[in-house]
């Protein structure tokens, strides 16, 4: 069974530019959550999606925004990028709807320019 | 990732010991907690879980307690390999529903000296 994968891996933009990121679920999970990785701030919950809905938000700006489609696969955009988005991007998915294992892909090395 | 923090507490164990990682949660109204473990280059991996209405949950080498009225974990590895070595996370999800909202702590870096 293939696990969680995240695409690209690695990404280098410079401030203002935007930027996509793509995660693809385990199969049949119906789940997915993105957080954020930074030495400075450590993983950070951004936003989790359950059968294309968002249920849950965390803290940052409306720069960061994210949607699943009907396949349960998810992408998050980051709008005019700053120095300090530069981070490790880390989506991860679960089977049920209520909390469980969840299994977490390789992340997105994002580097703002 | 490549990079968890450069300022992790570290617990170094020899080979064979048994390690306790520790970790203080925030909300009283969390109902699930999870280790994670995170090794240079990786996302994290689950290690194991525990719901509130439990004060111990065993698996394999590891067991996780916890300690709701001073909101504290902790996770126990028995027998401490080389491969255990990796920076470990609590989270707690403070969602009311079925829904994820995880808090991760700062994590602790384990050395394990062979």
């Known amino acids: 069974k293939a696990g969680v994968t995240q695409t690209p891996r690695y990404l280098i933009k410079t401030r203002g530019q935007q930027v996509t990121l793509s995660c693809s679920p385990i199969?049949?999970?119906?789940?997915v959550s993105w957080y954020q990785q930074t030495p400075g701030q450590g993983l950070q919950f951004l936003f989790e999606?359950?059968?294309?809905?968002?249920?849950n938000k965390g803290n940052f700006p409306g720069r960061f925004s994210g949607r699943q489609f009907s396949n349960s696969r998810s992408e998050m955009n980051v709008s005019t990028l700053e120095l300090g988005d530069s981070a490790l991007y880390l989506c991860?998915?679960?089977?049920?709807?209520?909390?469980?294992?969840?299994?977490f892909g390789p992340g997105t090395r994002l580097t703002v320019l | 990732g490549e990079s968890v923090g450069l300022h992790l507490p570290t617990l170094s164990v020899q080979e064979g010991d048994n390690s306790i990682i520790n970790c203080a949660y925030s909300?009283?109204?969390?109902?699930?907690f999870i280790w994670y473990k995170q090794e240079s280059g990786k996302g994290p991996q689950f290690i194991i879980d525990?719901?509130?209405?439990?004060d111990k949950r065993q698996g394999q080498r590891v067991t996780v307690l916890l300690n709701k009225t001073v909101k504290h974990l902790s996770l126990q590895i028995a027998a401490t390999q080389p491969g255990d070595s990796a920076v470990y996370f609590c989270?707690?999800?403070?969602?009311?529903?079925?829904?994820?909202?995880?808090?991760f702590g700062s994590g602790t870096r384990l050395l394990v000296r062979p």
């Open positions: 991860a998915s679960s089977l049920e709807a209520s909390p469980n294992e969840q299994f």
């Open positions: 199969s049949g999970h119906r789940s």
């Open positions: 999606y359950f059968s294309e809905t968002q249920r």
């Open positions: 909300n009283s109204a969390s109902d699930y």
């Open positions: 525990i719901r509130s209405n439990m």
């Open positions: 989270a707690e999800n403070p969602t009311t529903d079925s829904s994820y909202k995880l808090i």
